[in-house]
């Protein structure tokens, strides 16, 4: 009740004129009258449904909450003397978690009390608190609407109707525990035009206290050792579980992982350090694999040939495994060995050298090897220029050498060279460039391939320039070419892009398209544009060159807008 007694003080400072009585149970002669009256005509106090005041009731702390909260609002509203404001602001602290539950912000009290008071640190911490404690479902996601029309048809064929598709990407994660996430992405297509359908994408659920479980749509294991066994850029990422916990840390028991794809593979990895140093990297691995019908065992180990103090640095890696079938009557083996060297000056020349050999029935599902082949991979990179030279150059040759098992029958023999160019731009670090040619001596055929991207100029860097292509000289040449250049407009939040695209393995062999788009507010973007002969991959995309393909002889325009929320 001080609480409240320092609040009527404070309210009888801020003078209004009175009002009539607003409460049956308040008479004119009640001592506390002109401070009711006043709290009421200010919408601090609002009272019962019946129309009482409620005067003899306890005041719970919600009550008083409520009262302070409709005080801010008034204060900040109408203003109020300096002495005012310190004691609300002792109330926001005291009440803090009240308020927030009635709807009061940080920016309802910086707006009231200033924004360097305590009761701005009471609100944050609160809102903290509630972000992660009340509040553990996360809802994020993207929202796409694309509206298309085919125009021109260079075929003769019919053109197809025009076509409205929306679809909703959608992410919710929650924080179960301190040591458990949850997420789910579900995918809603054609709530727009229907029918609808609702398509789970992919989930996870991840445990992180003394031990790690995985267990996802989308599990990433690292590659174990030289890939001979498992590497990832094989299989990438599929549904299963994954598993790892350390295994008496003290008697260093090693590192244990476990992971499945249950229909495909099951892999068991222990890994562990020897040496004096713990600097001796050792693994072994264990497991089946239902695709080949294999069970496998292997080992990896990495030393380091060069000591700590020594101007070059040079690591050797080994691995090697066995293989079966479930009878044990067929056993097969692969080997690898890698070797890394740093040397030179500012360590400028960098060495790598890969061998192995594959039995021709060593065929694992997950190896980075095949089977059947003896093969050797070098490179050399050395830097052209100096560390504090603008422009930095790089050039690695390469060699690339495989033959079957048998060391009899050539598979591949081919020596290249590549030239990076990075630092181009200081003010641009993303302006980079390489050019890459191979002389493949097991047919003849010349390889070349080049890409520079991200070069910008105009007064303002409103022009960016890309650049892509490839082509091998061969009996009947293959090429692929992407350009684009993009505009965009200093005063607006827009930006064009105009793409031209050739592919000589499709018909057509050529493609084009124009894009407009528009940042018409926050995470939010509008797109308009025409398209010549319809490309695999989005226009700008130099991500997977695997998507340079030409689908259609088929000129469309098109519209979208993509909200990310």
């Given amino acids: 009740m001080k609480k409240l007694a320092l609040v009527l003080l404070m309210v009888l400072a801020l003078t209004i004129p009175a009002l009539a009585n607003p409460f049956v149970d308040v008479p004119l002669t009640h001592w506390a009258y002109d401070a009711v009256q006043t709290l009421a005509a200010k ?8 129309g009482t005041f409620g005067g003899q009731r306890t005041l719970t702390r919600y009550e008083f909450a409520e009262a302070t909260a409709r005080l801010l609002a008034y204060v900040e509203q109408y203003g109020g003397i300096r002495e005012d404001v310190e004691i609300l602001s002792k109330l926001a602290v005291e009440f803090a978690d009240e308020l927030a539950s009635l709807g009061v912000t940080v920016a309802d009290l910086e707006a009231t009390v200033g924004e360097h008071s305590e009761a701005i640190a009471a609100m944050k911490a ?16 993207t929202w796409k609407a694309n509206y298309s029309k085919g125009v021109y048809d260079m075929s003769g064929d019919p053109l197809a109707p025009a076509t409205l598709t929306d679809r909703v990407d959608l992410k919710l994660a929650a924080e179960i525990n301190p040591e458990t996430t949850a997420e789910v992405q579900l995918r809603i297509d054609n709530v727009l035009n229907g029918p609808v359908t609702i398509t789970p994408r992919k989930y996870n659920l991840k445990y992180a206290g003394d031990w790690n479980l995985w267990i996802s749509s989308d599990i990433a294991p690292d590659t174990i050792g030289l890939g001979l066994v498992y590497d990832f850029d094989e299989n990438e990422e599929f549904p299963g579980v994954w598993a790892q916990w350390e295994w008496d840390s003290d008697e260093d028991l090693g590192t244990w992982t476990a992971f499945m794809n249950v229909e495909d593979f099951y892999y068991l990895n222990v890994a562990f350090n020897l040496g004096d140093d713990d600097d001796i990297p050792v693994g072994i691995t264990a497991g089946y694999d239902n695709i080949a019908g294999l069970v496998f065992g292997g080992a990896n180990v990495a030393f380091n040939l060069t000591d700590d103090d020594d101007d070059a640095k040079v690591k050797l890696a080994l691995e090697g495994a066995v293989a079966s079938d479930l009878a044990f009557a067929n056993i097969t083996y692969g080997a690898a060995a890698k070797v890394n060297a740093v040397f030179g000056d500012d ?7 890969k061998g192995w050999y594959t039995h021709p029935d060593f065929d ?5 090897y095949n089977p059947d082949e003896v093969g050797v991979n070098v490179a050399l990179g050395f830097m052209l220029t100096d560390d504090d030279d603008d422009l930095q150059i790089k050039v690695t040759p390469k060699w690339d050498y495989r033959m079957k098992s048998d060391f009899a029958t050539l598979k591949r023999n081919r ?3 590549q030239l990076d160019f990075t630092n181009i731009n200081e003010d641009n670090p993303a302006e980079k460039a390489y050019i890459f040619g191979q002389y493949r001596l097991e047919s003849g055929d010349i390889y070349a391939e080049a890409s520079y991207l991200n070069l910008t100029f105009g007064d303002d860097d409103e022009f960016a320039f890309n650049v892509y292509g490839d082509y091998l000289f061969a009996a009947v040449p293959v090429y692929r070419a992407v350009a684009n250049v993009s505009y965009a407009f200093p005063d607006d939040p827009m930006k064009l892009v105009v793409e031209g695209r050739v592919a000589s393995a499709f018909t057509p062999f050529y493609s084009a398209e124009a894009q407009l788009r528009y940042d018409v507010a926050k995470n939010t973007v509008l797109k308009v544009g025409v398209e010549m002969n319809d490309w695999e991959a989005d226009i700008a ?12 002889d088929v000129t469309k325009i098109y519209a979208g807008i993509e909200v990310k929320f």
């Fill in 43 to 50: 919408g601090v106090v609002i009272g019962y449904p019946d």
């Fill in 126 to 141: 609160v809102v903290d608190k509630h972000e992660k404690f009340f509040e553990p479902l996360k809802i994020s996601g």
């Fill in 347 to 353: 360590d400028c020349i960098d060495l790598t050298v």
């Fill in 364 to 368: 694992l599902d997950n190896s980075a």
């Fill in 415 to 417: 020596i290249g060279v």
């Fill in 541 to 552: 995309d130099w991500s997977d060159h695997d998507d340079f393909v030409i689908n259609n």
